[in-house]
């Protein structure tokens, strides 16, 4: 089949993810246009937005050169970050609520600045024009992976070593398909061999060395999960294997779909604080489910 990077079915970390968790969930956050404005729907929270303003800070440091990154006031680079989530729009209900997330921001951003470890090293980036990095990881089935990877530290025996920094308090599950998918990407991306993957869990300071996974069995699994994905979209099939929510009487389905269930049921706890990056609406839920 030949290429054709419009009809193809786009697959990432994070879509993939949800469809994991359950197709519905996946067609809510991945497919469904609201009718009347025909943009995507998405739910900020406040994990969420500390996890933005965090990445936006530590990312940015790659465009400037390696021995100059530390003579950046990395805590008001936060601030500025910080005023892009501030309020309702990064999902917070209350000052409180946002300033105990603002000071675990500032937490992680101290524990860079104590030990900036390899953000001081030389670094490399996946090729990209407008959307993220990305391939075709099958012309036969036209299904199309993409991804960032947060930092590729360039080490002295001309190999990489990828990064994932992690804000949240969960470890990543050992079944995830992030380290296949960020291997695959710089496979195919660049020529350099991946020999090392860590995850900077920022809030404690702890790195986490993860075994590599083998590129035949990356490719593999996440060949397999998207061929899964893009037969659900031929299929339609997307139901909720605990029965489809019901706006009547509030039964059905569970906690992950619940919010886009309410946006979709145009419930008063879903309210609208604007647009995202990439033009989806963005809700917060007012109350709790
Ligand atoms: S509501 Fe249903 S489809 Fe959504 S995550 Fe829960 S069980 Fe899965």
């Given amino acids: ?77 936060l601030e500025e970050e910080w005023q892009k989530v501030t309020g309702k729009k990064g999902g917070f209900l209350s000052e409180e609520e946002e300033n105990g997330f603002k000071e675990r921001g500032i937490a992680m951003i101290k524990n860079v600045i104590k030990d900036p470890r390899f953000l001081v090293n030389k670094r490399i980036k996946l090729p990209r024009e407008v959307m993220n990095p990305n391939f075709f990881l099958s012309d036969d089935h036209n299904i199309i992976l993409n991804g960032l990877v947060d930092w590729i530290e360039y080490l002295p025996d001309d190999t990489l070593h990828i990064i994932d920094f992690k804000t949240g308090k969960n470890e990543e599950q050992e079944a995830s398909l992030q380290l296949p998918i960020y291997l695959l990407l710089c496979n195919k991306l660049q020529k350099r061999k991946v020999t090392k993957a860590s995850y900077w869990y920022l809030e404690n300071d702890k790195m986490v060395e993860k075994e590599l996974p083998d590129a035949d069995t990356a490719y593999r699994d996440v060949l397999e999960m998207a061929i899964k994905v893009k037969e659900a979209r031929a299929k339609n099939e997307f139901n909720c294997p605990k029965g489809n929510y019901k706006k009547e009487t509030g039964e059905g389905g569970c906690i992950h779909c619940r919010p886009y269930e309410l946006i979709l049921n145009h419930d008063s706890r879903a309210e609208f604080v604007g647009q995202g990056m990439f033009k989806q609406d963005m809700y917060i839920i007012k109350k709790e489910l």
């Fill in 1 to 77: 089949m030949a290429q054709d990077k419009y009809t193809a079915v786009w697959v990432s970390h994070s879509s993939m993810g949800d469809f994991l968790k359950c197709p519905r969930l996946y067609y809510l956050h991945n497919v469904y246009k609201d009718p009347k404005t025909k943009n995507k729907i998405a739910i900020v929270t406040p994990h969420m937005s500390l996890g933005i303003a965090v990445h936006e800070v530590l990312e940015g440091l790659g465009d400037i050169p390696a021995n100059e990154r530390m003579n950046i006031d990395l805590l008001a680079r």
